[in-house]
């Protein structure tokens, strides 16, 4: 077994930010954001610790402009993009309505299955 982190957050509306913007007025993050809160959240650690050089920086492991924009959208329209990748450790999946962080200590393979 391994453990599983899922953070919740809201899609940012391109309308609504900028990447130089770290949230929009209304406290929604972009999924760059939202994969250090996860992080942090599942550590039991304050977000500001997950940084160098205790923490790769993300750009490492994604572009997180490039993930910012995959998720942005038009308001109230929706996505179904999911994206996996390994950080610090972790398998962290990425979609519209969260962001999940699960423990790769048990498990050797890349990828998982979404739901299991």
């Known amino acids: 077994m391994f453990a599983t982190t899922l953070i ?6 391109a309308s609504m930010s900028s990447p130089d913007e770290p949230s929009t007025p209304n406290g929604e993050v972009p999924p760059s954001q939202a994969i250090i809160e996860a992080i942090a959240a599942h550590e039991g650690v ?16 994604v572009n997180p402009e490039a993930l910012d924009e ?3 959208t038009a308001a109230g329209a ?9 950080y610090e450790g972790y398998e962290v999946v990425v979609r519209a309505d969260g962001v ?17």
């Open 78 to 86: 929706e996505s179904d993009a999911v994206v996996t990748l390994e």
């Open 8 to 13: 919740r957050w809201t899609l940012v509306a």
């Open 70 to 72: 995959l998720f942005r």
């Open 46 to 61: 304050d977000v500001t610790e997950i940084e160098p050089p205790a923490y790769d920086p993300l750009f490492t492991a």
């Open 100 to 116: 999940e962080v699960r423990d790769r200590a048990d498990d050797d393979s890349v990828t998982r299955p979404i739901g299991e």
